[in-house]
Every structure is written in C-alpha cells, then in structure tokens.
C-alpha cells in the first residue's frame, strides 16, 4: 500500500462522517442546547445558591461559567462520541461496518480513520457552543480557541475509542441506551467539569480520588489549561496515555478473530 492509498482512505471516511452530520441536524442542535442549558440554568443556580458562602477560588459565583465551560465542551465531545459509537452499532447491524472492514487497508488504519474523523466532526458543535458561550460574557483569549483545537481532538479521540470498544462489546442497538447511562454519566459527574477538585475532596475523599482516577477529568482539565493559553503536562501526560491504551484496546477489540463482530445471535 501507497501513503496515497491511506490518505484516500482516510479522505473517504471523513467525508462519509461529515455527510452523516449534515444530514443530521438535530444532532447538531441537540449537541448545541444540551450545555447552553447547563451554562444559562445551572450556573445562574450555582450563583444564587453560593450567595454570600465561602467557596474554592475557582468556583466563585462571579466566574463560575469561565469555570464550567472547558468541561462543557468536554460534555459535548462526551455525548457526540457516544452517539457515534451508537452508529456503529447500527452499522454493524446494518452491515456497512462490515463491508468497510473487508477492504484491503489494515483494520487497525480504518479504526483509527473512523475515530479521528468522528473527532473532527465534533469539532462542529464544539466551536459552536463556544461562539455562543460569548453572549455570556466566556471570553477566552482568541489564541485559546486555536491551542485548545488539539487538546479537544485528544480528548474525542479518547472518547470514541471508548465508545468504540462499547460498541465491540455490544451485540443488540437495543442495549446501547442502558451501557451509556452507567458510562456517559460517571465519567462526566465524576470529573472536574462541574465542580473543582479541591471542591471534591472537601466534600468527600473516596468521590475526590474517583475524579483523579477518571481520565476525562484530566481530558477537561487539559481542555481548561490550553482554553486559557496554559499547560498542564499531567493532564496531556494522562490524557495521551488513556487515549493510547483504549485505541489499542479498540483495535483488538475489532478483531474478527475475537469473534467481537458478527457473533451468532
């Protein structure tokens, strides 16, 4: 194979990924609606309820939606990557996902394809929420919008291959629903993106150490660091890490060997 070949290939799942989206406009607004609600309602909330009480520096009423917003982008890629895992579910069944495995281009090269495009088509809603996250007074540095851009790509990529390997797993479209509430919601309350963690470990040691276990509460935090034109190697080190393990898992995952697709039901 020619280095063209794999850029053809890539080039073919990207545009098949884009197209999905546009035709799906819902998609685009519910991803939208979903935290502009958090940012309008629940930090409105979080100001009223934290009148005149002493709380962590980050957490103050007055900046409080600067806070929460890196880690409602997060919720963003969180949800677009789960929902493009239930697309694979129903390519599965479907039988598209099957055809596209039987080409002649390495397995592992067409899932990796399949993740960074999903990656990249989120990066739609994302700056769409961020755009309008500005009428409520979240102004970034605009350099942030851009040394934010690979650290939002990092974190969907580590998502999707999550998504990916739940998808591998799951035999029937019908149970996919009851898999995302034991994950999308442990891995977004459980994390940093509402809360600090120093507001965490106050509250309770055990929920403290569970968001330093969850790797989308460094994903976040390297979303809120690169926002802000800052840096923080842990969180990169941690995120590049997970984002590395599950990618592999993924692949193995989707080896017809293991029977993971395509099993008698």
């Not at 899932?111 to 990656?119: D, E, F, R, T």
Request: positive net charge; hydrophobic residues 55%; aromatic residues 12%.
């Amino acid at each position: 194979m020619k280095p063209v070949h794999y850029l053809y290939s890539f080039s073919g799942i990207l545009a098949r990924e884009f197209q999905r989206s546009i035709q799906q406009r819902t998609r685009f607004v519910s991803a939208l609606v979903r935290p502009l609600l958090w940012l309008a309602v629940f930090a409105a909330g979080f100001r009223s309820a934290l009148e005149g009480v002493v709380v962590p520096p980050h957490a103050t009423p007055v900046d409080y939606e600067i806070y929460i917003t890196p880690g409602l982008v997060g919720i963003v890629v969180l949800f677009n990557s789960m929902q493009s895992s239930l697309s694979m579910v129903y390519d599965r069944e479907m039988g598209s996902m099957r055809v596209l495995l039987t080409s002649p281009m390495p397995r592992s090269w067409l899932l990796i394809c399949k993740l960074i495009a999903s990656a990249l088509v989120s990066l739609v809603p994302v700056y769409g929420f961020l755009l309008v996250a500005r009428l409520f007074d979240v102004l970034p540095p605009v350099q942030g919008y851009l040394a934010a851009l690979p650290a939002i790509v990092l974190t969907a990529v580590m998502l999707g291959a999550l998504g990916l390997i739940l998808a591998s797993v799951i035999e029937q479209l019908e149970n996919f629903a009851g898999v995302m509430n034991f994950v999308v919601f442990p891995l977004f309350f459980l994390s940093s993106a509402l809360y600090p963690l120093t507001a965490m470990r106050d509250a309770s040691e055990w929920i403290y150490w569970a968001c330093l276990l969850n790797p989308f509460t460094h994903a976040v935090e390297l979303i809120r660091h690169t926002l802000w034109l800052d840096f923080s190697p842990p969180a990169f080190g941690v995120t590049m890490t997970a984002t590395l393990v599950l990618i592999l898992t993924a692949v193995i995952c989707f080896d017809p060997a293991k029977k993971m697709i395509g099993r008698p039901r």
